[in-house]
Nanobody, 128 residues
């Protein structure tokens, strides 16, 4: 059972930056795709970004492209999300997710249902 623990959320002013981390434990060597999703107040969970664990292929939602950067540290089994130029509409609970499937090959990395493992979420609040 892969376990995911997010950290790094908080309150920041618009235009500021935050970095999120997601530490994976358990049989995480079998994870092939990891992603970040978020769920704002009264909104559905939405895809933010994903990364292929082996070749670091990445994907971003249009709403965060150019502002957010996803990365991973294979040795530490940790996923990161650097968020710059934050906007009030970025306010949400941010979740990391992982799956053992090759979601980039199947083009399903942006579907939340494609991921088997989820973290507990970390709150990000951006004030205007």
């Amino acid at each position: 059972q892969v376990q995911l623990v997010e950290s790094g959320g908080g309150l920041v002013q618009a235009g500021g930056s935050l970095g999120l981390s997601c530490a994976a434990s358990g049989p995480s060597f079998s994870v092939t795709t990891m992603g970040w999703f978020r769920q704002g107040p009264g909104k559905a969970r939405e895809f933010i970004s994903a990364i292929s664990w082996s070749d670091a292929n990445t994907a971003y939602a249009d709403s965060v492209k150019g502002r957010f950067t996803i990365s991973r540290d294979n040795a530490k089994n940790t996923l990161y999300l650097q968020m710059n130029s934050l906007k009030p509409e970025d306010t949400a609970v941010y979740y990391c997710a992982a799956d053992m499937g090759r979601l980039f090959y199947s083009h399903t990395y942006y579907f939340s249902d494609a991921y088997k493992y989820w973290g507990q979420g970390t709150q990000v609040a951006v004030s205007s």
